[in-house]
Nanobody
Framework: QVQLVESGGGLVQPGGSLNLSCAAS????????MGWYRQAPGKERELVAS??????????NYADSVKGRFTISKDNAKNTVDLQMNGLNAEDTAVYYC????????WGQGTQVTVSS
């Protein structure tokens, strides 16, 4: 059974930082593209950052809105993918979802990130 379990969300002040982590089980983690998506109220789900599997060079991709502020990293030994978020602002408020894709696609349950003073 495939599971993606996110952690690390919460409330943070503008300019602050958070680290999201996703623990995966039940998949051949190292070959999967892992990513973080987010969905704000009234908006469509959007890609935040992704990192391909080892067979595709572990390449990273970021939404323009988070480039230079967010960093995605993948630990193939621990089956985890992290999203380090710095310089957070109110527009980053959303539910963040962990994603795994290769021959099939899987989603985590989501974790809320709220940026507010």
């Amino acid at each position: 059974q495939v599971q993606l379990v996110e952690s690390g969300g919460g409330l943070v002040q503008p300019g602050g930082s958070l680290n999201l982590s996703c623990a995966a089980s039940g998949i051949m983690f190292m070959v999967y593209t892992m990513g973080w998506y987010r969905q704000a109220p009234g908006k469509e789900r959007e890609l935040v950052a992704s990192i391909t599997g080892v067979t595709r060079g572990s390449r990273t991709n970021y939404a323009d809105s988070v480039k230079g502020r967010f960093t995605i990293s993948k630990d193939n030994a621990k089956n985890t993918v992290d999203l380090q978020m710095n310089g957070l602002n109110a527009e980053d408020t959303a539910v963040y979802y962990c994603y795994a894709g290769w021959n099939k696609q899987y989603w985590g349950q989501g974790t809320q990130v709220t940026v507010s003073s």
